[in-house]
């Protein structure tokens, strides 16, 4: 049952002629994940900053998907958000990166490369 809720979310209806990665998707990419490395070796408070990393990560990631899979992209930032938070309230108050913020380009990314019937 998840693997067809997961393959209809990568198949999902999308703009008929999205641009195809060129090298500002991978500027951006790289933007975001040096903007990461730069808050772990800033921040003062570095408690399980090192951990916030990894979503952080895959979220920058999601970010080469925006154009071609939008909705399978936010879901995945979003998913990765939400596992993150309530991982750091259920363990302790962690400080998490703000970089992470790169997900909202993602809800435009949505809006502008979904391809509504």
């Given at each position: 049952?998840?693997?067809?809720?997961?393959?209809?979310?990568?198949?999902?209806?999308?703009?008929?002629?999205?641009?195809?990665?060129?090298?500002?998707d991978w500027a951006l990419l790289a933007v975001?994940?040096?903007?990461?490395?730069?808050?772990?070796?800033?921040?003062?408070?570095?408690?399980?900053?090192?951990?916030?990393?990894?979503?952080?990560?895959?979220?920058?990631?999601?970010?080469?998907?925006?154009?071609?899979?939008?909705?399978?992209?936010?879901?995945?930032?979003?998913?990765?958000l939400l596992a993150f938070q309530l991982a750091?309230?259920?363990?302790?108050?962690?400080?998490?990166?703000?970089?992470?913020?790169?997900?909202?380009?993602?809800?435009?990314?949505?809006?502008?490369w979904v391809g509504w019937p």
């Open positions: 049952m998840v693997g067809n809720s997961l393959g209809a979310l990568w198949n999902e209806p999308r703009s008929a002629d999205p641009p195809s990665q060129v090298w500002r975001v994940l040096a903007g990461s490395a730069l808050e772990v070796v800033l921040r003062e408070d570095r408690s399980w900053l090192a951990i916030a990393v990894a979503p952080s990560g895959a979220i920058a990631i999601t970010l080469l998907w925006r154009r071609a899979r939008p909705l399978a992209a936010v879901t995945v930032a979003f998913g990765t750091r309230i259920v363990a302790i108050d962690v400080t998490a990166l703000n970089s992470i913020s790169a997900a909202l380009v993602l809800s435009y990314a949505l809006l502008r």
